[in-house]
């Protein structure tokens, strides 16, 4: 992540408490929309890694946030139990680490060995040090404990290839190796199999400790990746794709060489983004859902021109290995003026809405997009916030966990027809941001419903294409009367979804229902036996 690029948006003043009612207004009011549902509409599988997140050595994210020894909170290795439980909760299936522009100046081998014995280095991306009490082994043991599949970036920023090399053979080599005897001695008799490996972080930004432009990174990138290959030829590698969508920034190019350049190499290829609402305008700040959606499908195209030509290529997906609203926890111009601030962003209810806005974005691009990574996990621009005493969840955690229920279903091609609205040349927007999901286990379709309208209630027909909802049906809602609304510790129950059974008035092949102005729903709808 990166000081000087960003996507920014905006806000509103609040409105009164709207409430979910199983039998709505819109089986009297005319409809405004339509959604259209059907099954055989496939996009594609929704990856389980679609939730994975993100864990970076800066502010309190691992100090204090995962890991903090000596705490009555912890276990015996240092592991915080309550974070553990609620990142059990969040339903996180993948955890990136150890950065971020962290990863830029990091040398993995400070952070093996005996704890006592490792050395604390001073963190040139945020400004900090780091003990390196928590390192590779603490890494990779946390998200065993959780069932958590790992993420390790590289150093492609002031590391080289051979450090590279030797960290896979440290994690997965079997054989009696220098380096797998090094993790023996630290207590790891069998390899910790990390299958996936980052080649670099941001390495297109200027900010990034090592930034290096297009040409000379995918010199770089191929040779590690060669090299790790040499050390575990089954792992998956994620190229860095462009973060710097500044003004003067040539982010199409980035992506373009890269892909050219490593396209018989890699599997996945990087995006980032990060959102806010500095000017205070709700609608305009879910507008950024045009933006999310243009990046992936031009990346998407860039894929396909790569490998044209190229059958027998492994294919390349999208990794959106960091995302979230993050624009207060900001200090002056510099990467240490902003770690100063820790990155300890507090969400208020809009933001909560904004997750569903980004996770609808890649369930419909769900054939593509099969990795996201939410930056981060716990403390910094997170879910989950701690103090030594114990924690609460931020807005954004219900979302978030809710959608996680989804992975491994079929995302759907849906029809919607909605009113819009327009912001500066974006051309039409639509109020209602949908994506659907089909769950075969379950016999059941989750229609995912944020309703973007400031004020605007908006009733809608929902169709079936076969006939086949059954009229039985879940609704999980999240609404507010005030869009600042934020928790705390002890305070953290003002912004909750509710659930509700619900009997469905069917209407030949569906139902009308309204969606209240800025409301997240998600209808699980039972299909018929």
Request: proline residues 4%; charged residues 25%; neutral net charge.
């Given at each position: ?234 792992i998956q590698l994620i190229a860095s794709g462009s973060s710097d969508f500044g003004g003067n920034a040539d982010w199409v190019g980035w992506n373009r060489e890269v892909l050219e350049g490593l396209k018989g190499d890699i599997d996945y290829i990087s995006l980032h983004t990060y959102i806010g609402n500095r ?251």
């Amino acid at each position: 992540m990166s000081v000087s690029r960003r996507l920014f948006s905006s806000m509103s003043l609040g409105f009164p408490l709207l409430s979910f009612s199983t039998q709505s207004r819109a089986q009297s009011a005319s409809p405004q929309a339509r959604i259209k549902l059907d099954t055989e509409r496939v996009i594609g599988e929704v990856h389980p890694h679609v939730f994975g997140n993100f864990a970076e050595h800066l502010g309190r994210c691992i100090y204090g946030g995962l890991y903090e020894e000596n705490s009555p909170l912890s276990d015996s290795e240092g592991f915080r139990k309550d974070v553990m439980e609620a990142i059990r909760g969040l339903g996180v299936t993948l955890l990136r680490w150890p950065g971020g522009n962290f990863v830029s100046g990091y040398d993995w081998k400070d952070g093996i060995g005996p704890k006592d014995q490792r050395p604390t280095r001073p963190d040139q991306a945020w400004g900090d040090l780091d003990s390196n009490r928590f390192g590779t082994d603490e890494f990779l043991r946390y998200c065993e404990k959780l069932s958590i599949e790992p993420y390790v970036c590289i150093n492609a920023g002031l590391g080289s290839v051979n450090e590279a090399r030797e960290w896979v053979e440290y994690c997965n080599e079997p054989r009696r190796t220098s380096w797998s005897d090094a993790r023996r001695r630290n207590g790891r008799e069998q390899p910790w199999g990390v299958k996936i490996w980052g080649l670099g972080n941001e390495i297109d930004g200027p900010w990034q400790l090592g930034h290096k432009n297009a040409e000379d990174y995918v010199k770089f990138a191929r040779e590690a990746g060669k090299a790790m290959r040499r050390a575990d030829e089954s792992i998956q590698l994620i190229a860095s794709g462009s973060s710097d969508f500044g003004g003067n920034a040539d982010w199409v190019g980035w992506n373009r060489e890269v892909l050219e350049g490593l396209k018989g190499d890699i599997d996945y290829i990087s995006l980032h983004t990060y959102i806010g609402n500095r000017e205070n305008n709700f609608e305009r700040f879910l507008a950024v859902s045009r933006d999310i959606d243009y990046r992936i499908e031009v990346v998407e195209g860039m894929i396909h021109a790569a490998k044209t030509g190229r059958r027998s290529q492994r294919p390349i997906y999208i990794s959106f290995d960091e995302w979230n609203v993050w624009y207060r926890a900001r200090g002056g111009n510099t990467e240490f003026d902003t770690g100063r601030t820790r990155l300890e962003e507090r969400y208020n209810f809009e933001d909560a809405l904004a997750m569903g806005m980004f996770l609808n974005s890649f369930i419909r691009h769900a054939n593509i997009v099969k990795m996201a990574n939410l930056a981060q996990v716990v403390n910094v621009i997170a879910p989950i916030f701690t103090n030594p005493q114990g924690l609460y969840l931020q807005t954004i955690y219900f979302p978030l966990a809710e959608y996680a229920k989804q992975k491994n279903n079929i995302a759907l091609n849906t029809l919607v027809e909605s009113p819009t609205y327009s912001i500066d040349n974006r051309g039409p927007i639509p109020y209602l941001d949908v994506s659907a999901t089909h769950s075969k286990t379950e016999n059941a379709i989750c229609l995912n419903v944020l309703n973007k309208s400031e004020s605007k209630d908006i009733t809608t027909r929902i169709d079936e294409a076969d006939g086949k909802l059954s009229g039985d049906a879940e609704v999980w809602f999240l609404n507010h009367g005030d869009f600042k609304t934020e928790h705390t510790f002890g305070d953290d129950k003002k912004v909750l979804p509710t659930v509700n059974p619900v009997k469905l008035r069917l209407d030949g092949r569906g139902f009308n229902h309204t969606f209240p102005a800025h409301s997240l729903s998600i209808v699980k709808l039972k299909l018929k036996a």
